[in-house]
Structure formats: structure tokens, C-alpha cells
């Protein structure tokens, strides 16, 4: 048994029940408490954890993880999108040039609306395979209550990683940058003000004495993590560049994680 956390006009509590692997996340109500985070399927769900995708050749059957996802081919991510609903536009301006299959949301994923909180619409474009990474985690954040994701950004044209120089997700639309987690109520989660434990270089996904504010987003980051849908994820615990947000990339052809 898990009791999930919902947030209200008045903080964090318990929602409900589902299965969790790894525990249970428990907080209470009004009182100040904090909460020790415990990892798992925040959700319950197990929404697109299979799918099928028909190519020209034959139907390959596929996991719903982030190594599989980033070697889907153009044709066969589009038509995912296809029959899952996800309502996308191709982006073919100059911007774009160096994203695999460019795209454009024009709804949202599973009931969840992801919205860039700046001016450029350059920073919503996004590659098909994001979109993929996204409506798996989409489905389980939309269990929890959550309709609304607002993001810095997601494609950033010839962006670079300021600690290597080399070519970063955002450069070819396979990363997102996460500020922002809306519940249907109305409260929003803001990792730059509610993700409260970020000790410099901690894991991100153990058990911490924190808010329950602060116990759920981690919860629901680390659920995307160990569903394997991003290869590198970057949290407040790394740097003070990540200190508002939380970046998830998928990164094709790899047999690796960098979590931090």
C-alpha cells in the first residue's frame, strides 16, 4: 500500500493508494512535518510501458524505455505519436537543422500541457523521440494530478555544455528543461523554490528528511529515472546552473546514465 502525495491551497498530503516497490510516501498536513522520501511508481501506472510501431519491414514490438525510444526511426516515432493520440506539427524552419525529426506540440501528452515559460516558440520545439520520453511520463504525472509542465526550454539551436563544450540535447531538441509542476487545482510546484534538500553532489534519488513538497518532486523525477526514459538527468544537487530546474535528455545509442 502507498498513499501518494497530492498538493491543495494548504500544502501536501496523502492521495489515495497504488502500488510502490521501494515503500511509501507519507507526509502530513498543516503541521510543519516534513517527509522522508521513498522511491518508486508514484502513480501506479504502467501506461505505455509496451507498445507496438509498424514498419515498412514488419511490427517490432518495443519497451517503453529510453535506450529503445532513441533508436526508434523517424517514420516509426511519428506513427507512435499517431496512434497514441499526440496531436504534433512538423517544424522545418533553419532553427531545426540539427533535430532528427523536429515537431512542434499542438496539445497535450496524456492530459498534461507542456508549455515554454519564455518568448521564443524556438524553445518548444522538440525531437518525435522527446515527445515519446515525455508521453510515458506524461500518463504517470496525469495519474498524480497534474495537467500543466512549464519548461526554460527545450531546443536551443547549437547550445553547448558550459563544464565540456560539447554538443548539448537542447542543440538537437532531446532535452527539456522542467521549472514547473501545475496540479489541476491550481498549485504549482517550482523546483527553484520547493525542491528545499540539495546538498551539492548528493544522489538525487535517495531518501532525504524534507518538505513534501520537496519528497514529491523528487519522487516524480526519480520515477521517470528509474522508468529509464532520460539518460542524463541534471537536478539542483549538481550545479548552480540547475538550481530552477531539473534537465532531462534522452540520449540515443548509449548503455548509460548520468544522474546528478
Not at 521513498?38 to 514488419?58: C, K, M
Not at 515559460?117 to 506524461?138: F, K, M, N, T
Not at 527553484?192 to 518538505?211: I, M, S
Request: with cysteine; hydrophobic share 35%; aromatic share 6%.
Amino acid at each position: 500500500m502507498v498513499c501518494l502525495l497530492s498538493c491543495g491551497p494548504t500544502g501536501c498530503g496523502a492521495l489515495g493508494s497504488g502500488n510502490h516497490r521501494s515503500g511509501s510516501i507519507q507526509s502530513n498536513v498543516g503541521n510543519g512535518a516534513r517527509s522522508r522520501t521513498r522511491r518508486g511508481d508514484p502513480t501506479g501506472l504502467e501506461s505505455w510501458s509496451t507498445f507496438e510501431i509498424a514498419s515498412s519491414a514488419n511490427t517490432a514490438s518495443w519497451r517503453a524505455r529510453g535506450h529503445n525510444i532513441g533508436a526508434l526511426t523517424d517514420d516509426e516515432c511519428l506513427q507512435l505519436l499517431e496512434s497514441q493520440g499526440v496531436s504534433v506539427v512538423p517544424f522545418r524552419e533553419p532553427p531545426a537543422a540539427a533535430v532528427d525529426t523536429p515537431v512542434s506540440l499542438t496539445g497535450p501528452i496524456h492530459g498534461v500541457e507542456y508549455q515554454h515559460v519564455g518568448r521564443s516558440a524556438v524553445h518548444s520545439v522538440l525531437d518525435c523521440r522527446l515527445v515519446v520520453a515525455l508521453g510515458i511520463w506524461s500518463a504517470r504525472l496525469h495519474a498524480a494530478g497534474i495537467e500543466y509542465v512549464g519548461h526554460l526550454s527545450m531546443l536551443r539551436p547549437g547550445a553547448r555544455v558550459s563544464s565540456t563544450g560539447k554538443t548539448s540535447g537542447h542543440a538537437r531538441g532531446t532535452a527539456i528543461d522542467v521549472r514547473y509542476l501545475r496540479f489541476v487545482d491550481g498549485t504549482e510546484l517550482d523546483v527553484f523554490r520547493h525542491w528545499t534538500e540539495r546538498t551539492r553532489g548528493a544522489p538525487p534519488c535517495a531518501n532525504y528528511d524534507e518538505t513534501p513538497e520537496s519528497s514529491l518532486l523528487r519522487n516524480l523525477v526519480c520515477d521517470a529515472i528509474d522508468q529509464d526514459l532520460f539518460q542524463t538527468v541534471i537536478t539542483p544537487h549538481h550545479d548552480n546552473r540547475h538550481q530552477n530546474h531539473v534537465h532531462l535528455e534522452l540520449v540515443p545509442g548509449v548503455d548509460w546514465k548520468y544522474i546528478r
